[in-house]
């Protein structure tokens, strides 16, 4: 069983004791925390809830609402939702913010409180630990008879988040629909498969097939949108002889394409294409973080606007964003964040982008894919005894490469040309995380593993 407290919320496997899972203690107590928080925070007394379709959904949910009534706040609970659906409901009900019910692309026994400010935002790591503060003082306070919280169900978001969308300028309904697409989705049984048939229709989508579009919760394959658990949505792609497939994560922030050969686009790819297409018609700077595609940065630059690299962390991208007034960011995970919108990842107005980009590009998803640099990432870590200082690590490998520009904003980077590695700490095990890229596999794993021989040095041991 496990229970991590960190910037991403709080989430755990359902189950167990408590504090070693998210039990229904656990969750009471950290709700009771974050909705004391918000109210301190914004002087408001209304918060927004919306879950995935998760087996533990619905008791979760109900714990939550019911700890949040009890402190005297009014909920706003629209149900079955997407992250990025809350995220827009937050400003739009004027609440003091919002309660996402997901973890993410964690397995089934997983759930979490993903937790946003009054904008619609992830709180900061800052104001995280003034909750877990809360939380580990019990520092709040419920309500009288009298003053308890009153619930609102609300199934009007899907529709409000839908036309929001189509009102972008950059989304273009009629060339979508001219283009007569023919896609296949997989939404891992979650909540996508209510959200993505509905946007997809609304943008003139006619043909649409469908895989694991039922939202019971019951994940047919690892949830998380990667190429070896998007095989059966490559097959079908080719099957069906389909123009596309288009995979989402359980709630439906992370966004990854398949090109009509069955190959994938990549989802390093799906940011890159999407501020492509926004960088064609608005100029402006871009951001993703340390461990993402050099691909943004050279499209960026093609375009005449700057590129910028944030820490690793939704929160810390946004920052930076607001921080270089950027017209269009993200991760590499198929994280896409066009703040015209709001300031946060989200698939609906990825594939809306995406779609008229390729409506507009005339050509099939692979040659658009070409189109762009191709770059290789390469994935490794090095599990380190606990008493290691990785710190320390760090800093004599930053003293190896001194002359290499290189930063320190999130662990380290070093760049070499228009090749890169980037060494960060987990914040969950003892391991430094190691990112390599270059414009070929080989390149990429020849310089994770000219790095791992390096700290084997350093720490002295051997293979």
């Known amino acids: 069983m496990t229970l991590i407290k960190s910037i991403s919320g709080i989430r755990g496997t359902i189950g167990g004791a408590a504090g070693d899972g998210l039990t229904p203690l656990d969750i009471v107590k950290f709700t009771s925390a974050y909705g004391s928080w918000a109210i301190k925070k914004s002087g408001k007394k209304k918060i927004v809830v919306g879950r995935d379709a998760r087996l533990s ?42 309660i996402i019910l997901t973890a993410s692309h964690n397995p089934k026994q997983w759930n979490a409180l993903k937790l946003l400010n009054d904008k619609g935002e992830f709180i900061s790591d800052a104001e995280g630990q003034e909750v877990l503060s809360i939380a580990e003082n019990s520092d709040f306070k419920y309500a009288d008879v009298n003053d308890l919280g009153k619930v609102t169900l609300d199934g009007s978001y899907l529709q409000k988040h839908i036309d929001k969308v189509l009102a972008l300028p950059l989304v273009d309904v009629a060339a979508i629909a001219k283009a007569n697409f023919s896609v296949v989705i997989d939404c891992v049984n979650s909540t996508g498969g209510i959200f993505i048939p509905a946007l997809l229709e609304a943008l003139g989508v006619k043909t649409v ?114 921080d270089v007034n950027a017209v269009i960011g993200g991760e590499g995970n198929g994280g896409v964040i066009y703040p015209e919108l709001h300031y946060g990842r989200d698939a609906l107005v990825g594939i809306a982008l995406f779609l008229t980009h390729l409506a507009k590009y005339g050509k099939s998803v692979s040659s658009l894919r070409s189109s762009y640099p191709g770059y290789f990432i390469s994935k490794n870590k090095i599990t380190l005894t606990p008493e290691m200082d990785i710190d320390a690590l760090l800093l004599k490998v930053e003293e190896k490469y001194k002359n290499h520009p290189h930063t320190t904003i999130d662990g380290l980077k070093i760049e070499f040309d228009k090749e890169w590695v980037h060494l960060r700490r987990s914040n969950t095990e003892p391991i430094i995380r190691i990112y390599s890229e270059g414009n070929s596999e080989t390149i990429a794993d020849n310089i994770a593993n000219k790095m791992i021989a390096d700290i084997k040095d350093i720490l002295h041991l051997k293979d």
């Open 57 to 98: 959904g619905n008791m979760v949910n109900s714990l939550v609402v019911g700890t949040l009534q009890g402190l005297g706040i009014d909920v706003i609970d629209i149900g079955l939702s997407t992250t990025p659906t809350v995220e827009v409901a937050v400003p739009d009900e004027q609440a003091a913010g919002g």
């Open 209 to 322: 097939h469908k895989l694991f579009c039922e939202p019971d919760g019951n994940f047919p394959h690892n949830p998380e949108p990667l190429p070896e658990n998007l095989i059966a949505l490559s097959q079908e792609v080719v099957k069906k002889k389909a123009h596309l497939g288009i995979a989402v994560d359980p709630d439906v922030d992370r966004l990854a394409f398949v090109c009509e050969d069955g190959n994938m686009f990549g989802e390093e790819y799906t940011l890159v294409a999407v501020a492509d297409y926004v960088l064609k018609n608005i100029k402006g700077n871009t951001v993703s973080n340390l461990s993402s595609t050099r691909a943004l940065r050279d499209v960026t630059e093609k375009a005449g606007g700057e590129y910028h690299a944030a820490a690793v962390g939704e929160v810390n991208v946004v920052n930076k964003m607001k």
